[in-house]
């Protein structure tokens, strides 16, 4: 089942966007908005925010009609940001481990794409097994990465309004700061969650100045939050959008791996070189079935888990959010997925009956695998800056 978010107890619910039907109500919502009784501001909650351990924000909509009825600036919240980090390591962070492993993932699978495509006449068997070789390294890193996607969506943070430091005379959050450089450390999220810290329930006064959350923050039992952090799961069933998504992509890799098992040196008879009818015996048959078949029904998965990733954070089903980190993510998987599924089709026609297979194979297989794969390298560095900064605007 799904639970309810773990937000501080004067956060009263507003409105919710749920992700199929209003109706199902037992369903994580997609966005929830909030209002903070104890400073008087509109808190908006996101589902793959809730997810990968990224706070609350200020509702940006209540910004701007603060700043239209010419509200002064002191009194509207805001969010002050630190320096942004464009690589680095949270070894506590499950967010980043699943980010990381997708780009080296991706990297393999660049490399894959160039040895294929731009040597495309390289056909000794050292050169030929080196190109099945980083494929099944790049399955593998995708097949680990989506276990943890999945893994992380059984275990959301479940902290709303985790880790912000207030200036409550300025009405600013501050990103706290990061003793040992990591973010990470604020998230010890292998194995365990963080107790809930929720603030002061009482308005904040003009006296307060820079309060930690630790400090000024006491957990409290609430009837919109778990006092007590749940257990870690590796395994389980969760109502939310995220979950399944990332059960199709887990999907997907499972397919994908089989894939690049079967395509490693030995694994299946050798293949001919030649295309057409009379390569229709049982050995083209298993590399039909089991090496470009498993890839055209793992490359979809990729696909419509990166379009419910979209969804997750658009408002509407039809209105793209492409300035949303989330949006960004889902996008570039789509391309990726889409890549690697014509890259199948192709493989499929060459070992049939087309009359001049090494066309279809370069143009169509090869390049398809090149494309898709810098796309995925896209769409996996992103989610990479996303989980090194936070506070972003996701």
Same mark, same amino acid.
Not at 7 to 23: A, E, G, I, Q
Not at 101 to 113: P, R
């Given at each position: 089942m799904a639970h309810p978010p773990r937000?501080?107890?004067?956060? $009263?619910?507003?409105?919710?966007? $749920?992700? %199929?039907?209003?109706?199902? $109500?037992? !369903?994580?919502?997609?966005?929830?908005l909030y209002h903070d009784e104890a400073r008087n501001v509109r808190m908006r909650w996101s589902s793959r925010a809730h997810r990968k351990g990224i706070p609350a924000k200020p509702d940006e909509e209540e910004a701007k009609k603060q700043e239209e009825k010419g509200l002064p600036s002191h009194e509207r919240w805001s969010v002050r940001h630190t320096k942004v980090r464009w690589w680095g390591c949270?070894?506590?962070?499950?967010? !980043?481990?699943?980010?990381?492993? %997708? $780009? %080296?993932?991706?990297? !393999?699978?660049?490399?894959?794409?160039?040895?294929a495509f731009c040597y495309f006449s390289q056909t000794s068997p050292s050169f030929t097994n080196t190109e099945a070789a980083t494929a099944f390294l790049g399955g593998t890193t995708f097949l680990a990465g989506g276990y943890l996607g999945w893994v992380e969506s059984l275990n959301p943070a479940r902290d709303a309004d985790f880790a912000w430091e207030v200036e409550e005379e300025t009405k600013t959050l501050i990103e706290p700061k990061r003793p040992d450089r990591s973010l990470g450390a604020n998230r010890k999220h292998f194995g365990s969650h963080h107790p809930l810290r929720t603030p002061t329930s009482s308005p904040p006064t003009s006296s307060s100045h820079l309060r930690s959350p630790s400090t000024s923050r006491p957990p409290s039992p609430t009837v919109t939050s778990h006092s007590e952090p749940p257990k870690w799961r590796w395994y389980g069933y969760e109502r939310s959008l995220g979950y399944v998504a990332n059960s199709i992509q887990l999907f997907g890799a499972t397919a994908f791996e089989i894939s690049v098992l079967c395509g490693l040196p030995g694994v299946l008879p050798a293949s001919g070189s030649e295309g057409g009818p009379e390569q229709a015996g049982r050995s083209e048959g298993l590399w039909v079935g089991l090496y470009w078949g498993m890839q055209v029904l793992g490359a979809p998965c990729f696909a419509i888990a990166g379009a419910m990733f979209c969804y997750e954070v658009q408002k509407k089903w039809w209105l793209p959010r492409p300035l949303k980190i989330g949006w960004q993510i889902g996008f570039w998987n789509i391309w990726g997925g889409m890549g690697f599924l014509f890259s199948g089709i192709f493989g499929i026609w060459r070992q049939t009956s087309l009359s001049n297979p090494e066309l279809y194979q370069k143009w169509g297989t090869t390049f398809s695998t090149f494309l898709g794969s810098w796309f995925f390298l896209i769409g996996s560095y992103i989610q990479l800056w996303e989980t090194l900064n936070k506070r972003s605007d996701v």
């Open positions: 937000v501080p107890h004067h956060w $009263t619910p507003l409105s919710r966007n $749920t992700p %199929f039907s209003d109706k199902l $109500t037992q !369903w994580e919502p997609r966005e929830q949270d070894w506590g962070d499950i967010s !980043w481990w699943i980010a990381a492993l %997708f $780009t %080296f993932g991706s990297v !393999w699978w660049c490399i894959n794409g160039i040895l």
